[in-house]
């Protein structure tokens, strides 16, 4: 009996996990187009372009485990989707800033 304890918590934990990491960002992923992305998670909260770069924010405001004592600013996650030639190249959890030079006009910063 108890290894199907187990293995049944074991599944619920990797489930729930992926649900919590993958959020906002579930139906992106690298190649699809600018149409495709909003299509997807719908319109951004906010848009950059820097050439033949583009950057898509996304704020998800239930981002998050639910508290009793957690407020609205800790509930709040940004992700940001990088495009090139309007094609996503990377994307994910973090907000995005501008270089001053290199390759890619912008990178994209993890949160902490």
């Known amino acids: ?26 139906g992106v992923h690298e190649g699809m187009t600018q149409a495709q992305v909003i299509r997807a998670i719908g319109s951004p909260d906010g848009y950059q372009r820097s050439g033949e770069y583009e950057v898509l924010f996304y704020i998800d405001r239930s981002a998050g485990n639910w508290s009793a004592f ?4 800790r509930d709040v996650t ?18 995005t800033h501008q270089r001053g030079s290199g390759a890619t006009p912008f990178v994209r910063m993890p949160p902490r």
């Open 70 to 73: 957690s407020n609205s600013y």
């Open 78 to 95: 940004d992700y940001s989707v990088i495009l090139k030639d309007d094609h996503v190249v990377e994307y994910g959890p973090g907000r």
């Open 1 to 26: 009996m108890r290894p199907v304890i187990f293995a049944l918590l074991s599944i619920l934990v990797l489930s729930l996990s992926s649900c919590a990491t993958r959020g906002k960002m579930a």
